[in-house]
C-alpha cells in the first residue's frame, strides 16, 4: 500500500498563489506517476495535472496550463502543486493520486484524503 498525505490548502485571495504538497510512503515513489485532481461541491472529480516518473513530463488541464506547475521531488517522496493566479473557479477540494501503470491518464491506485483549496474574490 501506498499512503499519501496532502497539505499546503486554505483560504486565498482571487490572484493569489497556494502551493500543495503530496508525502508519500509505503511504496518506491519514483515508480509510479503522480497526479492532482480536484473536486468542487456537486461535480465531479476532474484531473487537474500530471508528472511522469522523473519529472521531466507533466500533463496539465487546460483551464490550468500556465497557472498551475506540478514538480515532484523522489528523493523527498513528494509532490508539489504551485497554484498561481488563483481563481474562485479553482476552489475545491484537491486530491493527489498514484498510479503504477505507464499512462498518467491512469487508472490511479493511490490516493490521499484531499485538502480543501478556497479562492474568495
Known amino acids: 500500500q501506498m499512503q499519501l498525505v496532502e497539505s499546503g490548502g486554505g483560504l486565498v485571495q482571487a490572484g493569489g498563489s497556494l502551493r500543495l504538497a503530496c508525502a508519500a510512503s509505503?511504496?518506491?515513489?519514483?515508480?509510479?506517476?503522480m497526479g492532482w485532481f480536484r473536486q468542487a461541491p456537486g461535480k465531479e472529480r476532474d484531473f487537474v495535472a500530471a508528472?511522469?516518473?522523473?519529472?521531466?513530463?507533466?500533463y496539465y488541464a487546460e483551464s490550468v496550463k500556465g497557472r498551475f506547475t506540478i514538480s515532484r521531488d523522489n528523493a523527498k517522496n513528494t509532490a508539489y502543486l504551485q497554484m498561481d493566479s488563483l481563481k474562485p473557479e479553482d476552489s475545491a477540494v484537491y486530491y493527489c493520486?498514484?498510479?503504477?501503470?505507464?499512462?498518467?491518464?491512469?487508472?490511479?491506485?493511490?490516493w490521499g484524503q484531499g485538502t480543501q483549496v478556497t479562492v474568495s474574490s
Open positions: 509505503g511504496r518506491t515513489f519514483g515508480n509510479y506517476i
Open positions: 508528472i511522469m516518473w522523473s519529472g521531466r513530463t507533466t
Open positions: 493520486a498514484a498510479t503504477p501503470y505507464r499512462d498518467y491518464e491512469g487508472p490511479y491506485h493511490y
